[in-house]
């Protein structure tokens, strides 16, 4: 998929008041700092589209971008940011819950995980709560960059073992680097395909 158009829409801190359009949406999510906003940027093309985090954690909202003026690109707010309080993740999780149930125009999650860091029970944990609610989902592996080849595929191995204890099969995944722009055209033409198949 070639990007013609990238424009951010709007951001909120309301699921309901995210945008009233029936166009298919992708939502981006992970743990704060594992590079969501760097890989947005990666596969839209442009430098500062998504902003990447000064203060992680702080930025609770649900950014809707336009892609190619045909589908959303969703940045959500990422997750696990040490220094938040417990009554501020409550929210936090209320309003993720909210966004994942209310949004029937979401067509897929894309949950990204470090490459570099052993399978956390963070990242499982909501794995797992989007199985259970058949929401679907891939993973995107971000900085491969960071590890040799061999160390890349031991690392997916290593979440394959742990996921397969309980999911029937790997999930769909993708191996990225947002500054050796790894990854992107696999990221773009699975969104690319999923597009078409909804219009069949
Ligand atoms: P966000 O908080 O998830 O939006 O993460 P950012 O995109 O702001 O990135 C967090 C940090 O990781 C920044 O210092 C980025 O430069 C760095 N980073 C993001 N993606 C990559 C990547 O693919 N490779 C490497 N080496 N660094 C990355």
Redesign the pocket.
């Known amino acids: 998929m070639h990007i013609k158009s990238a424009e951010f829409v709007v951001s909120n801190s309301d699921v309901m008041k995210c945008p009233n359009s029936s166009l298919p949406e992708y939502a981006f999510i992970?743990?704060?700092?594992?590079?969501?906003?760097?890989?947005?940027?990666?596969l839209t093309g442009r430098k500062s589209l998504?902003?990447?985090?000064g203060k992680?954690g702080k930025t609770q909202l649900i950014n809707h971008f336009l892609i190619n003026k045909n589908w959303h690109l969703v940045?959500l707010p990422?997750y696990g940011y040490a220094r938040v309080s417990k009554s501020s993740k409550k929210t936090f999780q209320k309003f993720i819950t909210q966004y994942f149930s209310n949004r029937t125009q979401l067509v897929t999650a894309f949950v990204?995980v470090d490459i570099r860091h052993e399978p956390q029970p963070i990242d499982l944990d909501f794995m797992q709560w989007l199985g259970e609610n058949q929401i679907p989902f891939s993973i995107i592996f971000?900085?491969?960059?960071?590890l040799k080849p061999k160390a890349i595929e031991n690392h997916v191995k290593a979440y394959e073992l742990i996921l397969l204890e309980f999911w029937e099969e790997m999930p769909n995944y993708f191996i990225?680097?947002?500054?050796?722009t790894?990854g992107n055209k696999e990221v773009l033409q699975y969104i690319d395909t999923l597009n078409t198949n909804m219009k069949l």
């Open positions: 992970g743990r704060s700092n594992v590079g969501k906003s760097s890989l947005i940027n990666m998504a902003k990447t985090s992680p940045d990422g990204l971000t900085k491969a960059d960071k990225t680097s947002s500054p050796k790894i």
